[in-house]
């Protein structure tokens, strides 16, 4: 087996779910996936850890398969942070510029003006990411540096996450022998997966839908405006078909996958599935417009709450791109056309867009988290901008995410 070296990259993707490790190499300028593994997971509820050690076992299973298909040796990840923890605002700040003209440490002190809010003792800044630049007056600035200038503004978005969280996610890598590259939050790792820049610069949200938690992100002018997420996702209508049909909950979730439809008007009346029942009684056949008729339901209820949510970003009525879902409930037949039925917008479902290599195993919703992260990764090794062989810590994953907004955004 291959010794891991710069070239290769692994996002590994830690939902509730499943764990997904995706193993990526570097050739010119693409990315050619070499391997993939995955695993059920056993110790995250909505999105967050609750046993390190079911956590652990998990990351060591998905690991080893991605291992064997693509021959290497896997060290260390890029890996994502998620839950209802999770919490983005917009800020901004102003500054005097110092010298004759704006320069890096003018930014730099704007940014720190900008985040200069009361954030809770447990809670921690993840991402600063800049949205846009304000110079003596003229705004719609993405890069001020080397401008002439009296006053400086900045418009930023924070996202913040709890401290303890992120510890965990590393805690769980180093547990299972990685190092933890770097964190990045799940919907930003989507949306580097299934997003086009057209589509970020004129407007587009992206709306993760996952096991435990539904993630989003609203983008504009090629930046991000809000974040949120939504505690009600997947696990959500799998519960209620099991409690629905009376069947067991990995049972419900079989029929869900195979069987599933959001939309009541695309099912044929006469379609008939068969459910097992609980403890060993007989199982029965039911007409799949009753399966619908619990899904369409809960589907609606959370499109409604994700609309909710973008509109709190102050541009709904303006995205031009429309939604993208994505996740793996994205995948289920009927959310698309729901989904535009409510939004009242165009919808698609979002594909990660790589094309090289086993590009096939991974063209599905429910890998984009984790083919961001390796695209997230490419980016920033591209870039030189983490030391070879270095020994990853909790402090400085931190201290890197916090500094993103020079190097990525």
């Not at 919490?87 to 704007?110: C, H, L, P």
């Not at 949200?205 to 609203?218: N, P, Q, S």
């Not at 729901?338 to 990660?352: A, K």
């Amino acid at each position: 087996m291959a010794a891991e070296n710069e070239n290769f990259i692994t996002g590994l993707d830690i939902g509730t779910s499943k764990v997904c490790a995706v193993v990526g190499v570097i050739k010119d300028d693409s990315i050619e996936i070499i391997g993939l593994g995955q695993a059920k997971s056993y110790g995250l509820r909505r999105g967050v850890i609750v046993n390190i050690e079911g956590t652990v076992k998990s990351i060591q299973e998905a690991i080893k398969e991605a291992e064997s298909m693509s021959g290497i040796k896997i060290n260390s990840v890029f890996t994502g942070i998620a839950g209802s923890h999770i919490k983005g605002f917009n800020s901004e700040g102003v500054i005097a510029v110092k010298g004759d003209e704006i320069t890096q440490s003018d930014i730099e002190r704007v940014i720190d003006a900008a985040r200069a809010v009361a954030i809770p003792a447990d809670r921690e800044v993840l991402h600063i990411i800049p949205q846009d630049f304000i110079v003596d007056g003229q705004d719609g600035i993405k890069d001020p540096v080397g401008m002439s200038a009296v006053r400086l503004e900045a418009k930023v978005h924070i996202i913040t996450g709890a401290v303890a969280s992120a510890q965990n996610i590393v805690k769980a890598c180093n547990r299972a022998g990685l190092d933890v590259r770097d964190i990045i939050i799940e919907q930003l790792a989507s949306a580097e997966a299934v997003l086009n820049d057209d589509e970020k610069e004129l407007g587009v949200a992206i709306v993760d839908v996952g096991a435990g938690t539904t993630d989003i992100a609203v983008f504009q002018n090629d930046t991000i405006i809000h974040t949120g997420v939504i505690t009600i996702a997947g696990d959500h209508i799998t519960n209620d078909i099991a409690v629905g049909l009376r069947t067991p909950i990995e049972s419900a979730e079989k029929i869900k996958i195979e069987h599933g439809c959001a939309l009541k008007s695309l099912i044929e009346e006469e379609e008939i599935i068969k459910v097992p029942g609980i403890g060993g009684r007989t199982p029965q056949e039911i007409p799949k417009t009753l399966l619908t008729d619990i899904i369409e339901p809960r589907v609606e209820e959370l499109f409604m709450l994700v609309k909710r949510e973008i509109m709190k970003s102050g541009i709904y009525d303006s995205l031009a791109s429309g939604i993208v879902l994505t996740g793996g409930t994205a995948i289920m037949e009927g959310m698309v056309e729901l989904g535009e039925s409510i939004f009242e917008m165009p919808v698609r479902r979002g594909f990660p867009k790589i094309r090289h290599g086993l590009a096939d195993l991974v063209n599905s919703p429910m890998y984009a988290t984790s083919v961001g992260l390796l695209l997230f990764g490419a980016k920033n090794i591209k870039k030189n901008i983490f030391p070879k062989k270095e020994k990853d810590t909790f402090d400085n994953v931190l201290n890197r995410m916090k500094k993103w907004f020079k190097e990525f955004f």
